[in-house]
């Protein structure tokens, strides 16, 4: 289990130096990702070639939360074949709906850093938004995260 002060250490490192919030050029894909209720808004870019994930990154303005889970998000995705991304995206939704295993969590790394948003509804839609753009940017529809 990550203590809290583990999970402000992982939030605060993604805000201050992002590693993925910038643009890219000539994405292969692009998608506009909005969370009206508390103004989230990200560009998420991704670079796909043979299936592959092989570069993104995402600009926009948001709370910690969202800006956060967003670079955590590219940072597993890049490298990884589509379905996997998809799988881990819809591993990420499991664990914020307070579903997933240990073991799951554990596989998302420092993505499992954000599991306590499970307790806190109103934030939930900011941790999902990169991970909900990301499955639309690939076709897929998102389940209400409500």
Known sequence: MINKSFYN???TEHNIRPEFKHEISDPDISLEGVNPSCGDDIILN??????VIVDGAFVGDGCAIS???????????IGQKKDEALRLADLFMKMIQGQASQEEIEELEEAGA?????????????????????????????EDED
């Open 46 to 51: 991704l670079k796909v070639e043979d299936n």
């Open 67 to 77: 800006q956060a889970s967003a670079d955590i998000m590219l940072g597993m995705v």
């Open 9 to 11: 250490e992982i939030l």
């Open 114 to 142: 954000l599991q306590d948003i499970a307790h806190m509804p109103a934030r939930v839609k900011c941790a999902v938004l990169g991970w909900r753009t990301l499955k639309e940017a690939f076709g897929q529809s998102w």
